[in-house]
């Protein structure tokens, strides 16, 4: 679903586990991310680590996008009902829209 | 047998329990309280949402704001819960992070946590089991809900008990997203919590509380002694309660 604001928004339920809500914005070009954001009743550990994600993922190239979030998801960090792959297909799919 | 520390602070509004529970996690993680368990309930009753969720998409804020409902974000994950008043027991335990009992992953930490509570479940003769990633479950339906947390060197979880539900005043309450309905493939809420009511009509919440003591005690081979929030926890648990859990900036973050 496409808002008048150009934010792209989805959610995926992700089997046994939670289920994550992204608000998306890309560049013109439909192919770098300009602003995202998370939502939903998974968990993360530390929680603040979330907005960390959300700022290092601006102005990321959607090409770059997977090894960017598994170097997020160091041994540091632990996301729980979540997988760091299901963040990329909810962003590959959202932007898929655009296209 | 080592002796935890159970606190019974009653009623509270939604912004002073949470400030509570963090306020003990301050001081457990820094050594000057013992490992603890505490029992609280809501007044007036409230909505809580998990720190990811937007109070917005999750809550009916007029729908809140009408019934005289609090609305609160919590330092933990999971989803939004309705704590009615008389109808749960919540519960919260804290150590320190560097505990035995923990393990590195949270995913387990859940299931070590939660035993206290099937164990409690148990002792009231209802057939409770761990689900994960956080329920407790009768017969296939949820009647308990649980998040974890580790900050300042200190592990807080917190979670519900349902005593008894009203279903219709809930989702009147809560925004459910439909995904996760249609993942469950059941259609009707009924069919997916349950709540101690309705396998047991003849106890009451003193029961409850009672026999989840029994089931803490039970599943970690300890001993929970009867105590007080500390003066340092009073005042920290204040502060909060105005720099935190009162204000919009935090409720409203997401």
Known sequence: MKEPNGILKGSKKVEGGKLIKCDLSLDPSGSVIREVRFTGDFFMHPEEKLEELEGYLANTHLS????????FFTKDVQVVGVKPDDICNLIFELAAKVR | MSEWRLLLTGEHNAFSNMAIDEAVLLSVANGTS????????????????????????????EACKRHGIDM??????????FHDKMKEITYSIVMRESD???SKDIRESYGVLCSGIVRGLKRLGIDAEFKAINDICVGGKKISGSAHTRRYGGALQHGTILYDVDLKLMFSLLKVPSEKIRDKLINSASERVTSIRAARNDVDLKDVERAMIYGFEEAFGIRLRPGELSEGEKRDA??????????????FKR
Request: charged share 25%; hydrophobic share 35%.
């Open chain 2, 238 to 251: 204040k502060r909060l309660e105005k720099e935190r859990y009162e204000r919009a900036e935090w409720n």
């Open chain 1, 64 to 71: 770059h996008l997977q090894e960017r979030v598994s170097a």
């Open chain 2, 72 to 81: 609160v974000r919590r330092i933990t994950g999971g989803g939004a819960v």
């Open chain 2, 34 to 61: 013992p490992t603890t368990v505490r029992f609280y309930q809501w007044s007036p009753p409230a909505v809580s949402i998990g720190y990811f969720q937007s109070m917005n998409e999750e809550v009916d804020v």
């Open chain 2, 100 to 102: 035995p009992m923990l």
